[in-house]
């Protein structure tokens, strides 16, 4: 597969505060979409960070989702113990409340995305600097309306 287009939507300034530069959306072979990829700047340069989202359990007592780190169920009000999450999501990193949604399977393709991402942004982060600019990161899907 070959990435057709790279979307990228600048965001905050460069105030120190937030490592997080822009977001990120790409197109394969113009048939598939895989947005929300954030581009954070590190102390080794730029990393790419795959669409990801929190980890989730059932209550014990309502079985509603809750998040993990949460202490109560935010559907029926009762406490959860960590015990309880513990014993729920065993196997999983402790510490890990993140899941990646999708993500590149092998080194080669990482480095493609990484690649082509980190140069999409360099050049909106040159058009940003022109007069008039303006963003087309939320006109991707507007001939689709």
Known sequence: MKITDVRIKLVGGDSGRSRLRAFCTLIFDNAFVVTDLKILEGDQGYFVAMPSRKITFHCPYCRHKVIVGS??????????????????????NPSKQFVDI??????????????????AYRRELERAALPGYVSNYDDMFAADL
């Open 102 to 119: 999708v993500h590149p399977i092998n080194t080669a393709s990482r480095e493609y995305i990484h690649n082509a991402v980190v140069e």
């Open 71 to 92: 202490n109560y169920c935010s559907s029926c009000g009762e406490s959860v113990s960590n015990a309880e999450v513990a014993r729920m999501l065993a196997g999983l």
